[in-house]
């Protein structure tokens, strides 16, 4: 679908309506458009502005619906939802700056016909390249360098899927059209069904003192890495459920990103294969409102988890589900990250192009998938409550980053270079405005308020995260 023509306020209305939500809350949004933000020829701003918008609004209708009143007046300005799109990129911590985020230049390689990326982030992933080039683990970036020009693009990424890493051949658009995987990805980035039968059912707020937010009362579990689902917990955090992020003890995690990711959480680790944690995850589950993952398709069921086995256990339960190429399609169950998901699909490569240099890839200029998936998950899941309340049942959400990928594609590309002259904000002095202040665990944090606001209503991240070992 061709979307070119789509204001942002449209792309809202066009996700409103496709999710089967009344059409009078779109009335009460305000979009304003204050800056010009994100350089690069597709229309990130445009995503930002949209994203966080249809998810607050959502909020703002399960706040009037437990409230029986009309639908508060949300505003999302422009260039704060763009500063929020940077988030991970722009906190202080005792006063000292965020790491910059991801390094495009140090993980692409020439190959025997194009290019590739790799994701080296955890250990695991690094050495796992390094295993499959026939390198030690010690290897140096000369090294991979080198046996990268011995490979095919395309081969050297069929052998990481197939040894479970992560690396992604850069491709055109029409390479990527080509793909099976292309067309297998729906054109709506939120997929929301029914699955299970139960009475309309809208959680209390117990303490009456503390109802000021859209989403008190409501309980969510969150197992999930790295950024895009963590923004979706965080979303739902921001208008006041109470999150429980769980992490494993076994896994590596990312504690720089973390730092911005668990704001308003609480963190608890538990090692799922183990029987004793599996059995407290369970029980978190049985009462829960929602649960957030971001494993890959059937990884959970493997463990006893499936959708079916937990609507058994918790009839009202919402499982939201984010991975990288979608459910269905032969890379449903692939690894895959939003930096990939850009050179995979053609985006890097039709950014330089548009550039007009002779950079063979141009990078976006944020992490736009990894945003945009997490505040479309929270759209989804918040529309999800809503039909909980109003018509009964549980839910099944879910978002890729490919599916945000190809919403992105289709609102086309800004004329000619004029995209890349938009504004960027890069240190955090750049978004002072912004920025507010909490004492956290980690040290005293100075990081991005929520771009969202709601009339009457308070928005905002009550607690700072903490790590147990259960709960």
Not at 436 to 462: L, N, S
Request: aromatic share 8%.
């Amino acid at each position: 679908m061709d979307r070119s023509r789509f204001t942002p306020h449209d792309s809202v209305a066009y996700l409103w309506i496709a999710l089967g939500l009344p059409e009078e809350p779109l009335h009460s949004l305000s979009l304003p458009i204050d800056a010009e933000c994100c350089p690069s020829s597709f229309k990130v701003e445009h995503l930002a502005q949209s994203t966080i918008a249809t998810s607050a609004l959502a909020a703002a209708l399960f706040w009037s619906i437990r409230h029986q009143s009309s639908v508060p007046r949300v505003t999302v300005p422009a260039e704060h939802a763009c500063v929020e799109f940077k988030s991970e990129r722009l906190y202080t911590l005792d006063g000292k700056p965020a790491p910059s985020g991801y390094s495009a230049d140090h993980r692409l390689f020439k190959t025997a016909d194009g290019y590739v990326r790799i994701h080296d982030s955890f250990p695991n992933h690094r050495e796992n390249t390094s295993k499959i080039l026939g390198l030690s683990v010690d290897a140096t970036r000369a090294d991979m360098a080198k046996k990268m020009l011995t490979w095919n693009s395309v081969d050297l990424e069929t052998e990481a899927f197939r040894n479970g890493t992560v690396i992604a051949a850069v491709r055109s658009f029409e390479q990527w059209d080509a793909l099976a995987q292309a067309r297998a990805i729906a054109d709506f980035p939120i997929l929301l069904n029914k699955i299970g039968n139960s009475a309309p059912y809208l959680p209390p707020v117990l303490d009456t003192d503390l109802d000021n937010k859209c989403l008190r009362g409501i309980t969510v579990v969150e197992m999930s890495r790295v950024i895009a689902a963590p923004v979706a917990g965080k979303t739902l955090a921001v208008h006041g459920a109470d999150v429980t992020w769980i992490t494993s003890p076994t896994l590596p995690d990312l504690p720089d990103l973390d730092i911005d990711l668990s704001r308003g959480k609480h963190r608890v680790q538990l090692d799922i294969k183990r029987e004793d944690d599996k059995a407290k995850l369970l029980k978190l589950l049985e009462t829960a409102d929602v649960f957030i993952q971001s494993y890959r398709p059937g990884s959970l069921a493997a463990q006893g988890l499936s959708a079916e086995d937990l609507v058994k256990a918790n009839p009202t339960l919402i499982i939201a589900s984010l991975n990288a190429y979608g459910p269905d399609g032969p890379w449903s169950h692939n690894r895959g990250f939003d930096s990939l998901v850009q050179t995979c699909s053609g985006i890097n490569f039709a950014d330089a192009e548009r550039f007009g240099t002779d950079e063979p890839v141009r990078v976006l200029p944020c992490q736009a998938f990894d945003h945009g998936a997490g505040y479309l998950l929270a759209s989804g899941i918040i529309a999800a409550l809503y039909k909980r309340a109003t018509d009964g049942g549980a839910y099944s959400v879910n978002v890729s980053l490919a599916g945000v990928m190809k919403y992105l594609r289709s609102l086309g590309q800004h004329e000619g270079k004029s995209g890349f002259d938009r504004r960027d904000f890069t240190r955090p002095g750049n978004v002072e405005m912004y920025l507010e202040t909490k004492q956290t665990p980690f040290g005293e944090m100075r990081a991005v308020k929520h771009a969202a606001h709601i009339e009457g209503v308070d928005v905002g991240w009550d607690t700072t995260s903490y790590v147990s070992t259960s709960r």
